[in-house]
């Protein structure tokens, strides 16, 4: 016999409307009202009916918005074929998805497309974020609230209400950068770190982990300074940078660069003639960064699997809203690839 949400309804003494929610994850449910709510469904042998499920979603078809930021960077353009190809597998199934995309990073237009959406009653967001408090704060009311799901992609937001990030473990990527830079140099090494604009959490992440890292298990290596790549995709400025850096420290060791900024610096070392005597380890596998690992500029690149943070980020949603199936994990980590121009 089957079992209906009014069942489970009288059965925990609310109303029909407050176990869809409960069932669902969307809506404002107190926390051990809803857990009561699924214990109760689990112990009746309750399970949607996938046939009235599809009749709903053909009368109230469910939309996911999508809000992509730092699209200058060739690196998004990876993401985004992940996400454009999740939309055309959820849309055969009745779910459409909203992309919007972002010139670098700003906080003011991510919130106004948050809420864009929510007045469009999306069901959920996948979000690459900024780290600024005012998109968490957005974050948590539009779970709390509203009842939309938000989920992070590339970047996260720590200590938000959002059901799950995406992505790679950006600190244990800077880690896995130490590591090598650490097999790389002699005793007493001097590097220096190129980094990015403070509010991309992702290259924040990594830029710490790498600090903090090399410093436990290379003590005896000198971080000489870190310099800042404003544009992270202008070519021009990141070279001007590192052309910068190679004037004040003539006899660096190494350099790592945690932001996307890495075509500029490998066109400073090949002017300056210090490719072969420098190491130099950077991020993303993409075509323009896989030339200078294979001519030797490069020593290392880590890759991040682009095309699967985009790809399953929508999947999570589908899931979520359609199949009710909340994601397994928190972190849905990708996976941390180690590149040398032996191994392309």
Excluded: W
């Excluded at 980094?195 to 436990?216: C, H, Y």
């Excluded at 202008?234 to 660069?257: F, R, T």
């Amino acid at each position: 016999m089957t079992v209906t949400s009014q069942q489970i309804a009288d059965a925990a003494g609310v109303s029909r409307a407050t176990v869809d929610r409960a069932l669902k994850n969307r809506g404002r449910v107190k926390p051990e009202v809803a857990e009561r709510i699924k214990q109760i469904a689990k112990e009746m042998g309750y399970h949607p009916n996938q046939a009235a499920r599809s009749l709903a979603l053909s009368k109230n078809p469910i939309r996911v918005g999508v809000i992509l930021s730092s699209m200058q960077t060739p690196f998004m353009d990876v993401v985004l074929k992940g996400v454009r190809d999740a939309q055309k597998e959820v849309e055969k199934r009745g779910v459409s998805v909203e992309i919007h995309s972002i010139p670098g990073k700003d906080v003011d237009r991510t919130i106004e497309l948050m809420d864009e959406l929510k007045e469009k009653k999306v069901g959920g967001i996948a979000l690459v974020p900024t780290d600024d408090e005012r998109i968490r704060e957005k974050i948590d009311q539009l779970a709390e609230e509203d009842g939309i799901p938000v989920v992070t992609l590339n970047a996260d937001v720590s200590k938000s209400k959002r059901i799950c990030f995406v992505g790679q473990n950006n600190e244990r990527a800077g880690e896995t950068a130490a590591g090598l830079m650490a097999e790389c140099l002699p005793s007493n090494g001097r590097i220096c770190v190129i980094g990015g604009r403070e509010l991309n959490p992702a290259i924040s992440s990594r830029t710490v982990g790498f600090i903090n890292q090399l410093e436990k298990i290379r003590p005896d290596i000198e971080l000489l300074k870190t310099f800042y790549v404003e544009n992270e995709n202008n070519s021009e400025e990141s070279e001007k940078i590192a052309l910068q850096m190679l004037a004040e420290y003539p006899k660096l060791d190494g350099v790592y660069v945690s932001s996307p900024a890495i075509l500029g610096v490998c066109k400073a070392f090949q002017k300056k003639g210090v490719e072969q005597r420098i190491k130099l380890i950077s991020h993303d596998l993409l075509k323009e960064n896989l030339q200078y690992l294979e001519d030797g500029t490069l020593n290392f690149l880590i890759g991040q699997e682009g095309y699967m943070q985009g790809y399953e980020a929508v999947m999570i949603l589908y899931k979520l809203l359609v199949e009710e199936i909340k994601p397994k994990d928190e972190f849905g980590y990708a996976n941390i690839i180690i590149k040398n121009k032996f191994n392309i």
